[in-house]
Nanobody, 121 residues
């Protein structure tokens, strides 16, 4: 079992930046892929970014060039650096442990509780 705890969400003005953190209860990112998801009110949860154990990353088109996913295995923590935030980035953000198969990311049943990001003036 592993527990994931997200933090760093806040209210921020458009154009601002935030860094989300996902702290794991044990060393897991060195042997598992992970992803950040978000869910806006009334919408389905969508994958925002993933990172594989080899460091390769993928992003949904809407955040490319603005968001950066990373992991720090020594701290058992993953990050999502979000720059140039837009109102449409408003959502609850979740981190997840997963794996890649055939080039596709699959979630394992490990989710955090989420952290709220609100982008508004």
């Amino acid at each position: 079992q592993v527990q994931l705890v997200e933090s760093g969400g806040s209210l921020v003005q458009p154009g601002g930046s935030l860094r989300l953190s996902c702290a794991a209860s044990r060393n897991i990112f060195s042997s598992n892929a992970m992803g950040w998801y978000r869910q806006a009110p009334g919408k389905q949860r969508e994958m925002v970014a993933t990172i594989n154990t080899d460091g390769s990353t993928n992003y949904v088109d809407s955040v490319k060039g603005r968001f950066t996913i990373s992991t720090d295995n020594g701290k058992n923590t993953a990050y999502l650096q979000m720059n140039s935030l837009k109102p449409e980035d408003t959502a609850v953000y979740y981190c997840n442990i997963g794996y890649f198969s055939g080039g596709n990311y699959f979630s394992r049943a490990y989710w955090g509780q989420g952290t709220q990001v609100t982008v508004s003036s």
